[in-house]
């Protein structure tokens, strides 16, 4: 794969868009990501501030299969923070 150019969340079509210099581009259909992984608001709105904020983080934990490990630590981390409050 050539060089990655971009990656940026499209709120109309709900894509993460990866653009690549060979004119390649991948998208990720963060609907059916959702469906998928976040069974939970709490876990939905983690998502979507991921790719909102951090699109290129959110894209590679898609492609290497962390996101469910990634949706358990920040939970883990928050129910820490909240049970110290």
Known sequence: MSKLLSCK?????GNAE?????????SIDCTE??????HTVSQR????WLVYHAPLDYAELVF???LEGYLRRVSDLHSGIESNS
């Not at 990866?18 to 991948?26: E, F, P, Q």
């Not at 990501?33 to 976040?38: I, Q």
């Open 33 to 38: 990501v959702e469906y998928e992984f976040a």
């Open 9 to 13: 969340f499209d709120i109309d079509t």
């Open 45 to 48: 709105s983690e998502l979507d």
């Open 18 to 26: 990866l653009r690549y210099a060979d004119g390649s581009m991948i």
């Open 64 to 66: 290497c299969g962390d």
